[in-house]
């Protein structure tokens, strides 16, 4: 499978836990996004990479939270002293610079539930 | 204001019929847009894309841009209950930059 993968798929943790979350986009891409998504609500900005550069940091992304991209290959999302309101689906995306298109695409996600 | 806009809906569609869904945008400087499907419990896919005014066509699916009136629609046509599914409307300032999304539209095709 070449596509975007994400692991874990799901994760279950208490409060005040950290968690992290794992991103391999498509070998060839070197964008890559993250986003959050809470039920009956579309995707939100969380931050993107061109390579190993963080080019944006959305304000919803609180010192909490840190992403990572080494080597611009894969990408973790860290999530610090997680709390309820961290609940949700954490997507990640993949794009080519040179693409004509600008599709992004996303991965199957990762969902975290906070007890 | 939010920054993209769509009906929640939910709206439901007879089969065969056409289906219309609706996005506006506030930012002037947004130069593309697509439209996202995602299935209950999966990751969105790209239906469309389009970046000038008027319409493009895909199959069974028109994308409409009006960037004056700052509105971007999507048609279906000959709706399948396949078709069921959120329909994300997505803009972005520049080629390959950040998407942002609208809340969605939740279409449900009757059979």
């Known amino acids: 499978d070449t596509g975007v993968s994400q692991d874990p798929r799901h994760k279950i943790t208490k409060r005040g836990q950290n968690v992290t979350f794992r991103c391999d986009p498509i070998s060839e891409h070197n964008r890559l996004y993250w986003y959050r998504q809470t039920l009956g609500q579309g995707p939100e900005f969380l931050t993107y990479?061109?390579?190993?550069?963080?080019?944006?940091k959305s304000r919803l992304l609180s010192d909490r939270f840190s992403a990572e991209r080494p080597k611009g290959s894969f990408s973790t999302l860290e999530i610090q002293r997680t709390e309820q309101g961290d609940s949700a689906m954490y997507l990640c995306?993949?794009?080519?610079?040179?693409?004509?298109?600008?599709?992004?695409?996303f991965g199957e996600g990762s969902r975290l539930t906070v007890l | 204001q939010k920054e993209v806009e769509q009906n929640s809906g939910p709206l439901s569609v007879p089969e065969g019929a056409i289906a219309s869904l609706n996005c506006t945008y506030s930012d002037r400087g947004s130069q593309s847009f697509f439209w996202y499907r995602q299935y209950s419990g999966k990751s969105p896919e790209l239906i469309m894309f389009?970046?000038?005014?008027g319409d493009k066509e895909d199959g069974r699916f028109t994308a409409q841009l009006n960037k004056a009136s700052q509105y971007v629609s999507l048609l279906i046509r000959d709706s399948q209950p396949s078709d069921s599914a959120t329909y994300l409307c997505?803009?972005?300032?520049?080629?390959?930059?950040?998407?942002?999304f609208g809340t969605g539209t939740r279409l449900t095709i009757i059979p």
């Open positions: 389009i970046y000038s005014n």
């Open positions: 995306a993949s794009s080519l610079l040179a693409s004509n298109t600008g599709e992004l695409f």
């Open positions: 997505a803009v972005t300032n520049f080629g390959n930059e950040k998407l942002t």
């Open positions: 990479f061109q390579n190993e550069a963080q080019l944006e």
